[in-house]
């Protein structure tokens, strides 16, 4: 049976729930049991309430605890994580009729948007004794990723944002690499105020092994990620510093090399992938190690979530699913069933399915498509590879080609002859697991790969090399 | 290396990698005969670009895909001069 929380998120910090509890930052700290009877928001809070209030922080930690604040007393919550270009501020303010703003940053960096009140974030804290309880159930706008123009808004509130958390670990310390204005990283700061436990934030342009070493000195239990976050992480010496006893992926296919990888560098963790979109949330978890999902997640359900497969792509219905998209000219974010289509293809091998691409980043090779991601998990199989990006390159004769960029595990032989063996070992690999045209026609070694602010691998249009 | 022995080795080793059967090369082989099927030609051609510099099948409107492997090595000498 499905709990629906309805209380605003102070609730959870109110009295013994509090003690020992922490947000730590990089810059800074806030402890629960402070933010329970005090506010960041210097006195604003009663001028907030009943607004849509764009949250505009630079600070993670000064989002958190607005976060905190704001829930229960803003009519609507934009979540703006930093790195929204500023030429999209202004729809987006629109389309969620903001008027106030909540950040660390200059006002005059939004007097352009004309919203009439702002608000500056903090993370000190004043007691002023009881803050204002709100009862006002506040709808969170989530901005979308990964599309060109501006970003779409949508629609959660904290029934739906919670609905996928059940009761696990004591007082866990969560850690994530995600910034928590993404889906990914905001799934992880409700399982930490919602389960009792604490939170290390991320902070954008901070070193890796600074972070690994923030998350080693506050004693991280539970630390979630992006298969790139992770390989990244991996590759830091700081990451022998860290004991997690649950690691997480998401946001990107975990193929079985960095699954493996993983359960050898932790082998007192478990290890186990989630599917989540900010449009459907939080769908299912996978802990059995694997790579893919059961077949009886789609026979029997998943809970509250209802799964199927239709034209290849995974649909979902369930109440994590966000209400709506919030714009003037926005698509139906479900069908007439209720299920929202991801996008995200799956192909069924054996007793399970597999994840093998986007519908919208299909390569077409002379007519034949080729998702980059199956032949990156192909790639990735190979020893020596510690991650790949394949892309499509155009080409005279059959319109595009497959090619692919390949980081390897030992950066100092890229480049020299040595990577001629692997290559052809890497093209032997993926010619006995891949159609020919499947297959990189040309292979480059690269020192990195780009990841985005929302730690995905960057993937780009069809280009040339 | 020579642009025709560049090709000739190009040729060669996406046969190998293809598992094709390759006829014996000379200039006045057809290249829809060699053995090598459209995605190989696709890979030569991404191939050669990559180490002479040129993709002369891209880079000009009015060049009609060459017949015989003679002909194809003038195509990409005739780019590079």
């Not at chain 1, 960041?40 to 993670?60: C, F, K, P, T, Y």
């Not at chain 1, 990195?448 to 995905?456: F, N, Q, R, Y």
Request: with cysteine; charged share 20%; proline share 4%.
């Amino acid at each position: 049976m499905l709990q629906t929380e309805t209380r605003p998120l102070r609730h959870h910090l109110e009295g013994q729930q509090a003690a020992g509890r922490y947000f730590w930052g990089a810059n800074g700290n806030v402890a629960f049991a402070d933010l329970c009877g005090g506010t960041s928001l210097a006195g604003h809070l009663n001028e907030l309430a009943g607004r849509s209030v764009l949250l505009a922080a630079r600070d993670q930690l000064a989002a958190a605890v607005a976060l905190i604040e704001l829930d229960g007393v803003a009519r609507r919550m934009v979540l703006c994580p930093p790195d929204v270009a500023a030429e999209h501020l202004a729809e987006i303010a629109a389309n969620a009729e903001v008027d106030a703003i909540v950040s660390d940053r200059d006002a005059a960096d939004f007097a352009a948007l004309g919203i009439p009140l702002h608000v500056p974030a903090a993370t000190s804290i004043d007691k002023v004794g009881a803050p204002p309880t709100g009862r006002c159930r506040t709808e969170w706008l989530l901005l979308t990723s990964g599309t060109t123009g501006a970003p779409k808004l949508v629609r959660h509130d904290v029934a739906s944002l919670t609905a996928p958390i059940r009761s696990g670990a004591q007082a866990p310390i969560w850690g994530t690499f995600y910034d928590i204005r993404r889906y990914g990283g905001l799934q992880i700061f409700f399982r930490a105020v919602v389960g009792g436990g604490s939170l290390i934030l991320s902070s954008a342009g901070e070193a890796v092994a600074d972070h690994l070493g923030r998350l080693a000195t506050h004693g991280v239990t539970h630390l979630s990620g992006t298969p790139s976050h992770w390989r990244r992480a991996l590759m830091s010496p700081m990451a022998r510093a860290i004991a997690p006893r649950y690691v997480r992926l998401s946001g990107e296919i975990a193929d079985q090399t960095i699954l493996d990888n993983l359960r050898a560098f932790f082998p007192h963790a478990g290890v186990g992938h989630a599917y989540a979109s900010t449009e459907a949330g939080v769908a299912f978890e996978v802990n059995d190690g694997l790579a893919g999902f059961p077949t009886s997640f789609v026979d029997i359900g998943q809970g509250d979530v209802d799964i199927k497969i239709e034209d290849g792509s995974l649909r979902l219905r369930s109440a994590r699913t966000a209400a709506c998209y919030v714009s003037r000219d926005a698509p139906a974010l479900l069908d007439a069933d209720g299920f929202v289509d991801t996008g995200d293809m799956v192909e069924l091998r054996g007793e399970r399915y597999h994840f093998i691409g986007r519908k919208g980043g299909i390569i077409n090779v002379g007519g034949q498509k080729v998702h980059p991601e199956e032949v990156e998990a192909a790639i990735n199989r190979h020893p020596a590879v510690w991650a790949s990006l394949v892309r499509a390159r155009r080409n005279p004769i059959t319109g595009a080609i497959v090619v692919a960029d390949v980081v390897l595990r030992d950066r100092s032989t890229a480049g020299h002859g040595l990577t001629a063996q692997t290559e052809s070992e890497i093209v032997a690999m993926c010619r006995q697991n891949l159609a020919s045209h499947k297959v990189p026609a040309v292979i480059r070694f690269v020192a990195s790969l780009d990841v985005s602010a929302t730690g995905k691998l960057v993937r780009q249009a069809a280009r040339d090399a | 290396m020579s642009i025709k022995l560049t090709v000739i080795s190009e040729i060669e080793q996406i046969a190998q990698q293809h598992q094709k059967w390759l006829a014996p090369l000379t200039d006045d082989s057809i290249l829809m005969n060699t053995g090598l099927d459209s995605l190989c030609f696709a890979v030569l051609v991404a191939r050669l670009e990559d180490r002479l510099g040129v993709d002369p099948f891209s880079t000009s409107d009015d060049i009609s895909f060459p017949v015989t492997l003679g002909d194809f090595v003038r195509v990409y000498e005739n780019a590079a001069n």
